[in-house]
């Protein structure tokens, strides 16, 4: 499960990610759930006020594992546009460092749809050990071998919410939920209120259940993990575009 983000290629303006039913259109995908997608459906920018990507805003995070292992993470809106599915998805950068050394550096897909929703079209990963080749494990694309977008921050969070924040079978199986949108957190770059609460967990890793809280105007601000492990990661600067 990633810190701070959830073959059949399908391509035109209608995206039917698989054949569906009569639903909910307010209603959010779980699991492996049926979803239509339409480009159309879909803006320019991301604006939710919970996550904001303007290009060019950059957040700073230290996180922590459980063996005390101290990572730097650099998260940069930058100014591509990718098609994913055929949808424009702004390219997020993620660059992690342990002493100077990367350890990890990976491209993001994220768009809007004109409720609010920001989705999640997947990632690019490349991680680096050493005395090892890099590896891109964890990198998958919406799409590609059955892959499905998930939501990253949902548009309107009531508590109890449940949603699919990625979907590739056997890979990314990532589920939020909401638990609160009035918590108060106090980390390195301030203090907020009025902060979204969200459990993260996959049927992959059953024991690991992740906390991640996100502030208005500046996005995700702490992340700990309450069962299964103990790492935990702050906002340390943030950089509004």
């Not at 990610?17 to 997608?37: K, Q, V």
């Amino acid at each position: 499960m990633r810190a701070w983000r959830p073959g059949l290629l399908l391509s035109g303006l209608v995206l039917l990610l698989a054949a569906c039913g009569d639903e909910d259109e307010s209603s959010l995908p779980t699991g492996a759930e049926p979803f239509t997608l339409q480009a159309s459906d879909f803006v320019a920018g991301i604006d939710n006020p919970y996550w904001p990507m303007t290009p060019g805003s950059r957040w700073v995070y230290r996180e922590t594992d459980a063996e005390g292992v101290v990572t730097r993470n650099v998260v940069t809106v930058t100014e591509r546009v990718e098609p994913i599915i055929g949808v424009p998805a702004h390219v997020v950068h993620d660059v992690a460092t342990e002493d100077g050394r990367v350890v990890e550096d990976t491209y993001d897909w994220y768009a809007q749809d004109t409720d609010g929703n920001v989705w999640y079209f997947g990632e690019d990963t490349t991680a680096y050990e050493e005395g090892k080749p890099p590896s891109k494990e964890g990198s998958w694309r919406a799409g590609v071998a059955g892959a499905l977008p998930g939501v990253a921050v949902p548009a309107d969070p009531e508590v109890g919410l449940r949603y699919r924040q990625e979907y590739l079978a056997g890979e990314a199986e990532d589920a939020g939920e909401v638990l609160s949108v009035d918590e108060r957190v106090r980390v390195p770059a301030g203090s907020y209120s009025g902060v979204l609460q969200t459990k993260d967990t996959t049927p992959l890793e059953p024991a690991l259940v992740e906390q991640k809280y996100y502030a208005k105007g500046v996005g995700p601000v702490l992340d700990e993990t309450v069962a299964g492990g103990s790492d935990r990661g702050v906002l340390i600067s943030f950089r509004p575009g």
